[in-house]
């Protein structure tokens, strides 16, 4: 396992001033399906939206493993999942593929306010007929002098309702050709661009989704992240990084719930005696434990080769099974042990269940993740 250094925990731990801030209202927000903008806010001052961005452009300049240790302590000490939700699609969606594939231009222009969270990022990939099936998506882009034209319709954009940078991947070429995508830097204001409302969902409601509308969106050329026809290779680097640092604040959430369970199972009497002392909750509590350090060791192995460059198309795959699920059975234990309080909204347990249910669809399924593997095993 990975010694963090003493100016990797002086990171990690300096979100502790900004906690209590963070976690206020948690529930009620929840509730409410509204996003915190006070709270991200707070983020930007932490310094923590620039996390991964050069200094050059305002960001702390980290590498992905202390990326994804500052996260995964977010994760641990903020119990609003929605907002460390939007922070790593910001992060992972606009900083990242801006940082690594955009223009020298593009770069100046953006990243700074990027870096400080002035604009919030997000990226429409997902159509309303094609979800983990990116290959097939059918917004086009074409040509028209200096600019393309974008038509078309995205779904289930995360951040999208508030964002005001977003990356959007649309058909230059042949469908279903890896090379026939192409990635766009479109300003929320361009015309041509309808933002929908945010939808109602059943989790991570404090980080809105919607719908976006191309409608002869004008781009300019100069807006190509990348390369024309490159698209597909940014897509590719970005969910492996969005995979990384979202599932790390998960394995975060995932300890603080182990401890909160604990305390729990302690001070929570039935017949005499702390249910701690019954072996079916304790049972429990052990199989929580396990499920995060097994989400750990995949997470951080995985990112250590991908830092070494090696190829980690099956170590992200597994990564993400294996934390997703970790950390639904992990949200549905709590219930259980926290029991008729963990089924009300005041203790705000049930809404870790409702909120973990998501990591197995998005970044693509868990069902695609084991038909990638099981492709990478010849099966």
Known sequence: MITWTADQDALRNGLAPWLHVLNDEHVELDARAEFPREKWAVLRRAGLLGLP?????????????????????????????????????????????????????????????????????????TEPDSGSDALAMRTRAVRDGDHFVLSGQKAFVSNGPVADLIVVYARTGEPGSPLGITAFLVERETPGLVVGPPTAKMGLRTSPFGELYLDGC??????????????????????????????????????????????????????????????AVAHRIVDMEIGVR??????????????????????VAVAKVVTSEANVASALAAVQIFGGNGYTTEYGVEKELRNAVAGTIYSGTSEIQRNRIAAMLGL
């Open 294 to 315: 097994t989400a750990r060791a995949a997470l951080y192995g995985a990112a250590s080769r991908m830092v070494a460059g090696a190829n980690v198309t099956m170590d």
């Open 218 to 279: 004008r781009v300019p050329a100069a807006n190509v992240v990348g390369r024309v026809g490159g698209g597909f290779l940014v897509l590719d680097h970005v969910m492996k990084w969005e995979i990384l640092c979202g599932f790390a604040i998960n394995a975060g959430e995932m300890r603080n719930r182990v401890d909160r369970c604990r305390e729990y199972a302690r001070t929570r009497n039935q017949f005499g005696s702390p249910i701690a002392k019954f072996q």
């Open 53 to 125: 961005v050069q200094e050059r452009w305002g960001g702390l300049g980290q590498d992905l493993l202390t990326t994804m240790y500052v996260l995964e302590g977010l994760g641990e000490g903020c119990r609003d999942a929605g907002l460390n939700f939007s922070v790593s699609t910001h992060l992972a969606s606009t900083a990242i593929a801006v940082q690594r594939f955009a223009s020298a231009a593009l770069k100046d222009r953006y990243l700074p306010e990027v870096a400080s969270g002035a604009l919030i990022g997000a990226h429409a990939i």
